[in-house]
């Protein structure tokens, strides 16, 4: 048994009770422990590592009893001397689980560590107690094996996003971790050696290890970048005493001496066995100023604590079940717990719009989300950068093999999800692809809709935690239909001229707002308040946009959406409860069980159609009986014409407070030039707090389908921020039929209409 485990073992019964409590109570084991001689330890000076060892004048001398050497189950080395050792060296973190995360504590804030902690180092060298030199340098020696100080120097700061994201709102789980402090130590900083280390399991994905058909796949695809692990630079770090880090911060878990625990069992002793210490690699996102970076630390993990969490993860009430044919090893649990979502994410396309916001997308996604997808547990990533307008659109509809990735990610504003949304719908194998892949955005442009509702921010580091731990949902698309989409060749490539139907993920607009967010194109520089500044002037011109609108009503009035969206909110909490997943009311989160899966709606070709099709009926004749005229005297002097999907069309813009992602309706916000200045400005300083849907002068409904007929020569009409043709539009919901992921309780980031 190794000497560490037997140590700690000593005080099992002091520590049982600050297992209790998260307290460090109690002074630590006594040093005459540490003269147990490890089976699994080599003495360091076998390995005459240096500088550290070299410098040290006993360890030189050292002469090494080859006998005493045990079966080295580390391969890699940190020069000469194995990474594991290295690293057993130094820990001085103990972990707890509990069923949110794990708590950390620090046991050199115990009383008899620093005498315990050469005792360690001593051995590590085969040095017996009395041979130790008073003057030993042990902190020296420390700084020479290559500590640092976490400084965070790596870590580009960036002004002007801070600017961006001051109001943004953080997800809730990272005020969980602002108990970790900066101010610690170690580093293996050989990005090589460190990725294989972590990923040493995970051959079968890593880059290096790509099959001769994924390399042909790869030669296919020739402006794709494959990320190497090695791109990942991880700081190891110590924790402070009583560190708290959440399941849903954890991107990774190495248990480094697997194997010693595996010796053990083979031959097992009951006594050893309860006596084991796993040496635990966890790679978790820790807080940043308004980031998460990966950091990873170094912790032990007792053989109680292991059972502790496999109890949390309620594997022991399912062992009588044949299906779980083995015991899951503590990284298995760790995953498990940190990934509760079943829905692979883990072949991601990134396709970034180098152009897309400000022009720093590549800069945003390469500084903040590509160190949170390389450090997550299997993720292989490829970048495809445009380089022209529609670019992504041309490479998703003609791609052979999508399905080699599991899910796209958008490194742009909401341009480039609207055109690989449309480019799938345009492929002949829709509704595999949408069956099979997920979309989702990082935020690097200056319209980031998507990701503020469904990941809850705009922030690309914390937007790219919810890619991984979100929970994919299927969502609602629109359908857009106009006649010029046949007609208009030019400006469409020709294979898309057999479709007449389009896609929308967001919004439709017509008046103050589509006029607001395409003619404002110009001051993209300023961000994104050029389209308040855009709304602003619209609303002071008082200028009016008739239009004839027609629509299929789902929920006709103010009173219906709501009780609509309370029914919703019921339900979804009814299902959280439902056998597939245990609600955790106070994570407000869905927990799956060990078995636990995700079912999906099975597409067909006819889920992707509309049911109505423009062409069919006279353009101011209703489609059939189900469909009404909206009152005219709204639409003659109408001002605001918005449909939308999605509740958060910026930062601070609640535009459709009572938008839900699979109800399958459309919801429609309508106001007119009537309206005075001074009551349309109070309406719009409300678009924030989502209030402008309850006034009177505001008409909210939600509807299946409608048809705009606009009535104006010269305006815009904009669908999801792209400019579309100036002629009638139909639009409809195609209930749930793209995968996306959705904030980790299911659903968009709320918005509170319920008590408003
Ligand atoms: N390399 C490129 N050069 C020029 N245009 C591009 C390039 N790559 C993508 N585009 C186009 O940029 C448009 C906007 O993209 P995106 O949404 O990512 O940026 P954005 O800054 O958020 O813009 P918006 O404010 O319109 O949402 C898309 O129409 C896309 O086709």
Redesign the pocket.
């Given at each position: 048994m190794s000497s560490i485990s037997a140590s700690v073992s000593m005080s099992k019964n002091k520590e049982k009770n600050a297992d209790r409590s998260y307290k460090a109570t109690g002074a630590f084991p006594s040093s005459s422990t540490s003269s147990t001689k490890s089976d699994s330890y080599t003495p360091a000076d076998q390995f005459v590592y240096s500088p550290a060892v070299s410098t040290n004048n006993v360890a030189e001398t050292g002469n090494p009893d080859t006998s005493l050497l045990p079966v080295n189950t580390s391969l890699l080395t940190y020069g000469k001397l194995s990474i594991t050792k290295v690293m057993k060296m130094f820990i001085k973190n103990r972990l707890y689980f509990n069923d949110r995360g794990l708590i950390v504590k620090d046991l050199s804030t115990m009383p008899e560590f620093e005498s315990l902690k050469k005792q360690h180092f001593n051995k590590q060298r085969g040095l017996r107690d009395h041979e130790s030199n008073s003057n030993f340098d042990l902190e020296h020696t420390y700084e020479s094996i290559g500590l640092q100080q976490d400084d965070d120097d790596d870590y580009e700061y960036d002004e002007e996003s801070q600017e961006s994201y001051d109001k943004d709102d953080a997800l809730s789980v990272i005020s969980c971790m602002s108990c970790l402090s900066t101010n610690s130590l170690t580093t293996l900083d050989h990005p090589e050696e460190r990725s294989k280390l972590l990923y040493e399991h995970d051959k079968d994905i890593s880059v290096e290890d790509l099959t001769a058909s994924q390399r042909l796949e790869d030669a296919l695809e020739p402006d794709v970048e494959a990320v190497s692990r090695n791109d990942l630079k991880l700081k190891t770090i110590e924790l402070p005493n009583n560190s708290i880090i959440p399941f849903r911060n954890i991107l990774n878990c190495k248990v480094l001496n697997w194997k010693d625990y595996e010796l053990e069992t083979t031959n097992p002793d009951p006594k050893d066995i309860q006596e084991f210490d796993f040496i635990v690699e966890i790679v978790f996102a820790k807080n940043r100023r308004i980031d998460v970076i990966p950091r990873s630390s170094i912790i032990r993990c007792s053989y109680e604590e292991y059972q502790n969490l496999i109890k949390i993860c309620g594997y022991d009430a399912l062992e009588s079940d044949d299906t779980i044919t083995h015991q899951p090893t503590l990284k298995e649990l760790v995953l498990f717990k940190s990934f509760p979502n079943p829905v692979e994410r883990n072949k991601i396309l990134v396709i970034i719009?180098?152009?897309?916001?400000k022009g720093k997308?590549h800069k945003i996604f390469h500084s903040k989300s590509k160190p949170i997808l390389l450090a997550s547990s299997k993720a292989q990533i490829h970048i495809k950068e445009?380089?022209?307008?529609?670019?992504?659109?041309h490479f998703i509809k003609n791609h052979p093999n999508l399905l080699k990735y599991n899910i796209i990610c958008?490194a742009?504003?909401?341009?480039?999800p609207h055109?690989v949304l449309n480019a799938i719908y345009h492929r002949p194998d829709r509704s595999k692809i949408f069956q099979e892949m997920v979309i989702s955005q990082i935020p690097?442009?200056?319209?980031?809709a998507l990701s503020l509702s469904c990941h809850g921010t705009n922030n690309a580091s914390l937007a790219t935690l919810n890619i991984l731990k979100g929970r994919v949902e299927q969502m609602d698309l629109m359908t857009c239909q106009q006649k010029s989409y046949q007609e208009n060749l030019d400006q469409i490539d020709n294979e898309e001229i057999a479709q007449n139907t389009r896609v929308s993920f967001l919004s439709q607009a017509y008046g103050i707002i589509a006029e607001s967010d395409i003619n404002t194109?110009y001051l993209?520089f300023i961000g994104p308040s050029r389209f308040e500044l855009g709304v602003t002037a619209q609303v002071l011109r008082k200028k009016r946009y008739p239009c004839d609108v027609m629509v299929q009503f789902g929920k006709e009035n103010k009173h219906e959406v709501k009780q609509h969206f309370l029914e919703n909110l019921k339900q979804k909490t009814r299902d959280q409860h439902s056998g597939k997943g245990i609600f955790d009311e106070e994570l407000n989160a869905n927990i799956y069980t060990f078995d636990g899966k995700q079912e999906f709606r099975e597409l067909t070709e006819s889920d992707l159609l509309p049911k109505y099709h423009l062409t069919d009926t006279e353009e101011h004749e209703l489609p059939d009986s189900s469909w009404s005229l909206l009152d005219s005297s709204i639409t003659k002097n109408l001002n605001i014409f918005y449909g939308g999907k999605m509740p958060y069309i910026a930062p601070d813009t609640k535009f459709f407070p009572a938008a839900i992602h699979n109800d399958a309706f459309i919801d429609l916000v309508i106001s007119d030039s009537k309206t005075s200045i001074t009551r349309m400005a109070s309406i719009l300083l409300n678009l924030d707090k989502g209030y402008h849907v309850i006034q009177p002068e505001v008409t909210h409904l939600k509807v299946k389908g409608y048809r705009l007929i606009p009535h104006v020569a010269k305006t815009v009409i904009s669908v999801d921020?792209?400019k579309f043709p100036l002629e009638p539009l139909q639009c409809e919901v195609l209930p749930k039929v793209c995968k996306m992921v959705m904030m980790e309780q299911g659903g968009f980031k709320e918005t509170g209409f319920e008590s408003m």
């Amino acid at each position: 048994m190794s000497s560490i485990s037997a140590s700690v073992s000593m005080s099992k019964n002091k520590e049982k009770n600050a297992d209790r409590s998260y307290k460090a109570t109690g002074a630590f084991p006594s040093s005459s422990t540490s003269s147990t001689k490890s089976d699994s330890y080599t003495p360091a000076d076998q390995f005459v590592y240096s500088p550290a060892v070299s410098t040290n004048n006993v360890a030189e001398t050292g002469n090494p009893d080859t006998s005493l050497l045990p079966v080295n189950t580390s391969l890699l080395t940190y020069g000469k001397l194995s990474i594991t050792k290295v690293m057993k060296m130094f820990i001085k973190n103990r972990l707890y689980f509990n069923d949110r995360g794990l708590i950390v504590k620090d046991l050199s804030t115990m009383p008899e560590f620093e005498s315990l902690k050469k005792q360690h180092f001593n051995k590590q060298r085969g040095l017996r107690d009395h041979e130790s030199n008073s003057n030993f340098d042990l902190e020296h020696t420390y700084e020479s094996i290559g500590l640092q100080q976490d400084d965070d120097d790596d870590y580009e700061y960036d002004e002007e996003s801070q600017e961006s994201y001051d109001k943004d709102d953080a997800l809730s789980v990272i005020s969980c971790m602002s108990c970790l402090s900066t101010n610690s130590l170690t580093t293996l900083d050989h990005p090589e050696e460190r990725s294989k280390l972590l990923y040493e399991h995970d051959k079968d994905i890593s880059v290096e290890d790509l099959t001769a058909s994924q390399r042909l796949e790869d030669a296919l695809e020739p402006d794709v970048e494959a990320v190497s692990r090695n791109d990942l630079k991880l700081k190891t770090i110590e924790l402070p005493n009583n560190s708290i880090i959440p399941f849903r911060n954890i991107l990774n878990c190495k248990v480094l001496n697997w194997k010693d625990y595996e010796l053990e069992t083979t031959n097992p002793d009951p006594k050893d066995i309860q006596e084991f210490d796993f040496i635990v690699e966890i790679v978790f996102a820790k807080n940043r100023r308004i980031d998460v970076i990966p950091r990873s630390s170094i912790i032990r993990c007792s053989y109680e604590e292991y059972q502790n969490l496999i109890k949390i993860c309620g594997y022991d009430a399912l062992e009588s079940d044949d299906t779980i044919t083995h015991q899951p090893t503590l990284k298995e649990l760790v995953l498990f717990k940190s990934f509760p979502n079943p829905v692979e994410r883990n072949k991601i396309l990134v396709i970034i719009n180098p152009n897309g916001g400000k022009g720093k997308a590549h800069k945003i996604f390469h500084s903040k989300s590509k160190p949170i997808l390389l450090a997550s547990s299997k993720a292989q990533i490829h970048i495809k950068e445009t380089t022209y307008h529609r670019e992504s659109y041309h490479f998703i509809k003609n791609h052979p093999n999508l399905l080699k990735y599991n899910i796209i990610c958008c490194a742009s504003g909401d341009g480039i999800p609207h055109e690989v949304l449309n480019a799938i719908y345009h492929r002949p194998d829709r509704s595999k692809i949408f069956q099979e892949m997920v979309i989702s955005q990082i935020p690097c442009g200056s319209g980031n809709a998507l990701s503020l509702s469904c990941h809850g921010t705009n922030n690309a580091s914390l937007a790219t935690l919810n890619i991984l731990k979100g929970r994919v949902e299927q969502m609602d698309l629109m359908t857009c239909q106009q006649k010029s989409y046949q007609e208009n060749l030019d400006q469409i490539d020709n294979e898309e001229i057999a479709q007449n139907t389009r896609v929308s993920f967001l919004s439709q607009a017509y008046g103050i707002i589509a006029e607001s967010d395409i003619n404002t194109e110009y001051l993209r520089f300023i961000g994104p308040s050029r389209f308040e500044l855009g709304v602003t002037a619209q609303v002071l011109r008082k200028k009016r946009y008739p239009c004839d609108v027609m629509v299929q009503f789902g929920k006709e009035n103010k009173h219906e959406v709501k009780q609509h969206f309370l029914e919703n909110l019921k339900q979804k909490t009814r299902d959280q409860h439902s056998g597939k997943g245990i609600f955790d009311e106070e994570l407000n989160a869905n927990i799956y069980t060990f078995d636990g899966k995700q079912e999906f709606r099975e597409l067909t070709e006819s889920d992707l159609l509309p049911k109505y099709h423009l062409t069919d009926t006279e353009e101011h004749e209703l489609p059939d009986s189900s469909w009404s005229l909206l009152d005219s005297s709204i639409t003659k002097n109408l001002n605001i014409f918005y449909g939308g999907k999605m509740p958060y069309i910026a930062p601070d813009t609640k535009f459709f407070p009572a938008a839900i992602h699979n109800d399958a309706f459309i919801d429609l916000v309508i106001s007119d030039s009537k309206t005075s200045i001074t009551r349309m400005a109070s309406i719009l300083l409300n678009l924030d707090k989502g209030y402008h849907v309850i006034q009177p002068e505001v008409t909210h409904l939600k509807v299946k389908g409608y048809r705009l007929i606009p009535h104006v020569a010269k305006t815009v009409i904009s669908v999801d921020g792209e400019k579309f043709p100036l002629e009638p539009l139909q639009c409809e919901v195609l209930p749930k039929v793209c995968k996306m992921v959705m904030m980790e309780q299911g659903g968009f980031k709320e918005t509170g209409f319920e008590s408003m």
